[in-house]
C-alpha cells in the first residue's frame, strides 16, 4: 500500500501565490512519475504539472510561467509552486503518485484533494 498526504490549498486573492504538498510513504520500490492534476466544477480533470524520473516535467499551457513543480526524491514529496494565480485556477487539486511497490507491481494512486480558491 502506498499513502498520499496533501496539504497547502486554500484561499487566496488573485495574483497571490500557494504552495502545493504531497508526500508518499508506504511500500515504494521506486517512483516514476509525480504529478499534480485539477479539477473545476463542471469539467474533466487535467493535467496541471508532472515531473517524471525526478527531472523530466511537463506543464499544462495554462500554467506556464506561473506554476513550478520540484520533487523531495529523499522526502519522496512533489510540490507544486503557484504564483499568479488566476481566478480561473480554482480547482480541487490532485496529486498522482506512479511507480512500483515492495512486491515489484506498479502502482498509481492519487491524493484526496486539496481545493484552492482564488477570489478576491
Known amino acids: 500500500q502506498v499513502q498520499l498526504v496533501e496539504s497547502g490549498g486554500g484561499l487566496v486573492q488573485p495574483g497571490g501565490s500557494l504552495r502545493l504538498s504531497c508526500a508518499a510513504s508506504g511500500k515504494i520500490y521506486k517512483i516514476d512519475a509525480m504529478g499534480w492534476y485539477r479539477q473545476a466544477p463542471g469539467k474533466e480533470r487535467e493535467l496541471v504539472a508532472r515531473?517524471?524520473?525526478?527531472?523530466?516535467?511537463n506543464y499544462a499551457d495554462s500554467v506556464k510561467g506561473r506554476f513550478t513543480i520540484s520533487r523531495d526524491n529523499v522526502k519522496n514529496t512533489v510540490y507544486l509552486q503557484m504564483n499568479s494565480l488566476k481566478p480561473e485556477d480554482t480547482a480541487v487539486y490532485y496529486c498522482?503518485?506512479?511507480?512500483?511497490?515492495?512486491?515489484?507491481?506498479?502502482?498509481?494512486?492519487w491524493g484526496q484533494g486539496t481545493q484552492v480558491t482564488v477570489s478576491s
Open positions: 515531473i517524471i524520473s525526478g527531472r523530466n516535467t
Open positions: 498522482n503518485v506512479v511507480g512500483i511497490d515492495t512486491n515489484i507491481k506498479y502502482f498509481n494512486y
